[in-house]
């Protein structure tokens, strides 16, 4: 399986920029997405592709990356944005990052 | 617009089955492969495996090999997953998903409780 890695964490205060990183064990190409995840509710999607931004998701979001590391920013960060994001590839199967709680401070 | 409409909570007991649907609307059923995932509380996403509901092929992930069965009935536009043999392990949120590589559309998910 490929894993992907996450940082568990983040504090930042509304205005930030932010960035989440995803490592992948092994290279992914660019076939890397992110989602984002609020408590009882589905994922949504916002990046695919690496860098293709979804329909309907605000340019505040931003994706970049390929092979094994691939970063999601937000910029600037608001109150709404406190979520789980996760990274999944879609290169070998399909598997998802641990996930990484974004708090505001 | 897409819709997947997921069936109810279930509460089953140690052992037992369940199966749960997920109702397609807003686009060709058979269009796409529907994928099913599981999700544990506090936990990240699994991916279980996937129907294409056209012909029926299925492909699982390993781990749940032999755990799952997926069928899908074009008539009615639902997919189904049946989860056998459960344990706590078991217990969980679980996703119906349709996309390419990546998953643009969910249902709301189901969560399965297994207690005695």
């Known amino acids: 399986d490929t894993v992907l890695t996450q940082s568990p964490t983040l504090a930042v205060s509304p205005g930030e920029r932010i960035t989440i990183s995803c490592r992948a064990s092994e290279s992914v190409h660019t076939r890397m997405h992110w989602y984002q995840q609020k408590p009882g509710q589905q994922p949504k999607l916002l990046i695919y592709g690496a860098s293709y931004l979804e329909s309907g998701v605000p340019a505040r979001f931003s994706g970049s990356g390929s092979g094994t590391d691939f970063t999601l920013t937000i910029d600037p960060v608001e109150a709404t944005d406190t979520a789980t994001y996760f990274c999944?590839?879609?290169?070998?199967?399909?598997?998802f990052g641990g996930g990484t709680k974004l708090e505001l401070k | 617009q897409v819709q997947l409409q997921q069936s109810g909570a279930e509460l089953v007991k140690p052992g037992s089955s369940v199966k749960i649907s997920c109702k397609a609307s807003?686009?060709?059923?058979?269009?796409?492969?529907m994928h099913w995932l599981k999700q544990q509380p506090g936990n990240g996403l699994e991916w279980i495996g996937w129907i294409s509901p056209g012909n029926g092929k299925t492909k699982y992930n390993q781990k749940f090999n032999g755990k799952a069965i997926f069928t899908a009935d074009k008539s009615s536009s639902t997919a189904y997953m049946q989860f056998s043999s459960l344990t706590s392990e078991d217990s969980a949120v679980y996703f119906c998903a349709i996309g390419g590589g990546n998953f643009d559309h969910w249902g709301q998910g189901v969560m399965v409780t297994v207690s005695s």
């Open positions: 999944q590839q879609s290169w070998n199967d399909w598997t």
């Open positions: 807003g686009y060709r059923f058979t269009s796409y492969d």
